[in-house]
């Protein structure tokens, strides 16, 4: 399959009216300022942009603005992701049919899979679709991995063109890479946003980068710079980066994401409940966060 992940391509926020329904004013505004920022693509329905809040007529829509709005001028990565096979599949035919250009499906959540288990649950989903999948670990929210050895097994697949690796252990996204390296057709993309400039150099191919929705110009100045072979202005550039995701850490995510954005001048909305807001002394400390990095 020609498809090749690459680039900085971030996992766009669901901004929401106060009512909690999607604003698409504001969605279509921020899609046409990551592109003009520079992204690589576009991912809507990760786990930042709260996938798990929708149904699927509310699913379908947001993917349609999406491929409304950006115009092919960039890739179009569809979140695929439930607890079971069959709901999974029925959210990949949802992406088919609006035109997504490829689907990031995550590890069942809840459920405590054997790695026989995740190799057949990816198995079958490639099986069902034509488009090409990224799989996605995050495992500090899922408490499920797919281990390198099972990912090397899936990378055979011909349609499953990448993994995306959200564990923050660069141990195992090296092994990912290590294990894949002679596989032309599989591609890693760091999920952590520290270490992006790091996984460049160990051979990833970019990055789905949440914090890219607060910074997306900073981010793709990390790509852009390593693959111009200006490797230290990327390092730099990941040095700059680097505050705003360990910023993330305060509050429930992406409550992080939303108020730097709020900051910025965007109506997002909130988080829907239960993720509460940041308090007043969070929302200050992530103002001098952004004041340093220059984005307010």
Known sequence: MSFIPKGVIPPIITPLTDDGQLNEKVFRQLINH???????????LGTTGEFYAFNNEEYRRILEITVEETKGRVPIYGG??????????????????????????????????????????????????TLPIIMYNNKPKTNVTIEPETAARLAEIDNIVGIKDSTGDMTNAAEYIRLTRHNDNFHVLMGRDTLIHAGL????????????????????????KYV???????????FIFAPLRIACNMGTFPAVIKEGLIQQGFEVGKCLE??????????????RVLKEMGLV
């Open 80 to 129: 695929a992701n439930h607890i079971t096979t069959r709901g999974t599949i029925e959210l990949v035919k949802i992406c088919e049919e609006v035109g997504v250009d490829a689907v990031s499906v995550l590890t069942p959540m809840f459920v405590s899979q054997t790695q026989d288990e995740l190799y057949a649950f990816f198995e079958t989903i490639a099986k069902s679709t």
């Open 34 to 44: 990551f592109i003009d920022s520079g992204v690589h693509g576009l991912f809507p």
């Open 274 to 287: 239960p993720i509460a807001e940041l308090s007043a002394d969070q929302k200050a400390k992530l103002n």
């Open 228 to 238: 111009e072979g200006d490797l230290k202005g990327s390092l730099e550039a990941q």
């Open 201 to 224: 150099c160990y051979g990833a191919t970019g990055a789905i980068a949440s914090c890219a929705n607060v910074a997306p110009k900073v981010a793709v100045d990390i790509y852009n």
